[in-house]
């Protein structure tokens, strides 16, 4: 393999990694509010990329449909807190994780009766022309996806250590029953975390139809990857939710150019068995501390 060989699957690893790495850290503001892996979040991503490519053909520019799809789903984000997930906070975690199974699948569904089987397209952000670097071709819309992680990176960590709502959040993270003593409002934490979580989602997924297009199914195998990255950093650790989908990107795509017959149908095995061998070897991911109980 070139030394241009190898940054190209870099850069490809890097744009689906940073998509898994936004997929993640939307695993980690739930889990860390509540404890609860939704197994909705790849769904977030599909609807957020569906949902730009029906404003955009309806006549909306590209800014406003990316715009309006992150509205869109962050609503229907805040609609499944507080008709799914508030009603069964008392039931146990189990039970709420259940409830977001059964939600992907309600999503999946709405999104196959809206937008039928075939997978969707939307224009790249800055033109079709490729860039050049070092000798390798890098998609325009890999800027814009990896510029857009880092973004969001940047502001959930000043969010987190700037601002009060933000600690409020860190505290119900550390010790939910300490922060209601303080005064911390759990549900509005709560729902503050799938809010952020689905307008994450849905930001990634506008960002990366016009490179993969987006279909109903598109989701499912997002979500899943999404989640091994989760486990790869260390579930409850945000950067380490960033770190973990980079790396799964990376190692996915070096996979098609490194493993004998050079198919892409590595890649997907490849994700799976890190997150086996993550799960035997080091189970708290590789920036998570010790397990410890919340309670």
């Known amino acids: 393999m070139t030394f241009e060989q190898l940054l190209q699957y870099v850069a490809s690893g890097l744009t689906n990694g940073s998509i898994y790495a936004l997929t993640a850290l939307g695993f980690t503001l739930i889990y860390n509010a509540t404890d609860i892996i939704n197994f909705a979040q790849g769904e977030f991503v599909m609807l957020g990329g569906l ?5 955009h053909e309806a006549g909306a520019p590209l800014p406003v ?6 509205l869109t789903v962050t609503v229907v984000g805040i609609l499944f807190e507080l008709l799914a997930i508030r009603p069964l906070l008392r039931s146990g975690v189990l039970t709420q994780i259940i409830v977001t199974v059964g939600a992907s699948l309600a999503f999946r569904t709405g999104a196959l009766m809206i937008w039928g089987r075939d997978a969707r397209p939307l224009p790249s952000f800055s033109g079709e022309t490729p860039v050049r670097l070092l000798g390798a071709t890098f998609n325009r819309q890999t800027i814009w996806v990896f510029g857009l992680t880092l973004v969001i990176v940047v502001a959930l960590q000043l969010f987190y250590r700037r601002t009060l709502t933000g600690k409020a959040v860190r505290a119900c993270s550390i010790n939910p029953m300490a922060a209601r003593l303080m ?12 809010a952020v979580s689905a307008a994450i989602s849905a930001a990634g997924g506008v960002m990366i139809t016009p490179a ?3 279909s109903y199914a598109s989701g499912s195998l997002i979500g899943l990857k999404g989640f ?15 770190i973990g989908g980079l ?5 996915e795509a070096l996979s098609v150019g490194l493993l004998p017959g050079g198919s892409s149908g590595y890649k997907d095995g490849v994700a799976f068995l890190i997150l086996v061998l993550v799960l035997f070897a080091r189970p708290q991911g590789l920036m998570g ?3 410890v109980d919340k309670a």
């Not at 449909?65 to 992150?70: D, I, K, N, Q, T």
């Not at 091994?228 to 960033?242: E, M, S």
């Open 183 to 194: 005064g911390v409002s759990y549900s509005r934490v709560v729902l503050l975390s799938f």
């Open 247 to 251: 790396l799964l990107g990376i190692i």
């Open 289 to 291: 501390g010790r397990i």
């Open 228 to 242: 091994a990255a989760a486990i790869l950093g260390g579930l409850g650790n945000p950067l380490g939710a960033v």
């Open 51 to 55: 949902s730009a490519v029906s404003l």
């Open 212 to 214: 993969s297009f987006m």
């Open 65 to 70: 449909a990316f715009a309006g799809a992150v």
